[in-house]
């Protein structure tokens, strides 16, 4: 598992809510795909968001068995957070539990839909 990971051999990287590691597949991926949009600007982004809707979403959703419309890929956790939380849908009396551990842009986001039903 460890030779998946470009981490020097000595290094223990544990913080994974911070930056988390990805494995040596995924950097390179990534590097693919900003080399495309690098080598041709006006249609490398066009291209690789095709590939996307194309490939990976449809991917993802025979993965977890759900139809693509059920899917949605964000740019991070914080904008995924976000996503979810204004989609709820509360009404007064409502309670919504957190745990102290859960990342700030969520607690935000349902104080702030929280406050607006009280």
């Known amino acids: 598992m460890r030779a998946q990971f470009l981490l020097e051999p000595e290094v223990a990287y544990m913080n994974n809510a911070n930056l988390g590691m990805p494995p040596a597949q995924v950097v390179e991926s990534a590097h693919a795909g900003y080399e495309a949009i690098s080598r041709e600007p006006l249609h490398g982004k066009h291209n690789l968001q095709a590939s996307i809707a194309e490939e990976v979403h ?13 899917i949605a890929l964000t740019r991070n956790a914080t904008e995924a957070l976000h996503l979810q939380s204004v989609g709820l849908e509360l009404a007064p009396g ?18 702030e839909a929280l406050s607006s039903v009280a």
């Open 94 to 111: 409502d309670e919504v539990l957190v745990r102290t551990q859960e990342h700030p842009a969520e607690i935000d986001r349902l104080v």
């Open 58 to 70: 449809p991917g993802f959703a025979t993965l977890f068995g759900v139809t693509s419309g059920e």
